[in-house]
């Protein structure tokens, strides 16, 4: 009878002491951190709606409002508010007649971008000027405007020919100084 050996493993090598050459940054790294900063502002714009998005209480609650744990969080003034997102690069709200004619335009296009929630189609135009106003190219704006204006019907978005309709409308409507 013969004993099989198994196969031995070669001897332990110290690694290469040559140091490899540093990598140059690419596309995809400036892509990525552009994304991060994107990423950063939509937490911060996520924030402030949490914080802000309670105000209907107080009208109904007032004395609740005014006996409230001192735990809650504090409540910003419209002011700070429209100082934040400014610097943020989102533009302050449309008035009823730009509010109008950009969901008309919408509707225009197709009727399943506003799909019946006129503020959210406002909120995702005034978060696209934000990327308007950082002076990304119009691939990339247009490839965001697909990202944002998704729907039930198009988890996915649009498509890149109705994004570009839609970014061009979101610039006129919304943020037409951007």
């Known amino acids: 009878m013969s004993h099989h050996q198994p196969p031995q493993q070669p001897a332990w090598t ?9 990598q140059q ?3 995809r790294k400036v892509a990525a951190i552009g994304c991060g900063s994107l990423l950063g502002l939509v937490v911060l714009i996520g924030i402030i709606g949490a914080v802000t998005g309670s105000s209907s209480d107080d009208s109904t609650n ?20 429209a100082s934040i997102e400014a610097a943020a690069g989102i533009p302050p709200e ?4 730009a509010r109008t004619a950009y969901v008309a335009d919408l509707d225009a296009i197709d009727p399943d971008i506003v799909h019946g929630k006129t503020d959210k189609a406002v909120d995702r135009g005034r978060n696209q000027c934000s990327s308007i106003k950082q002076g990304l190219p119009r691939a990339k704006l247009v490839e965001l405007t697909n990202f944002r204006f998704s729907s039930p019907d ?14 061009d409308v979101v610039h006129a409507r919304i943020c037409p100084d951007f």
Do not use: E, M, V
């Open 94 to 97: 449309p008035d009823l007649a």
């Open 154 to 167: 198009h988890p996915n978005g649009h498509g890149t020919t109705t994004a570009a309709k839609i970014l």
């Open 25 to 27: 940054k690419t596309g």
């Open 62 to 81: 007032g004395a609740r409002a005014t006996t409230s744990p001192s735990t809650s969080a504090p409540k910003l003034t419209d002011d700070q508010r």
């Open 14 to 22: 110290p690694p290469n002491p040559t140091p490899t050459p540093p």
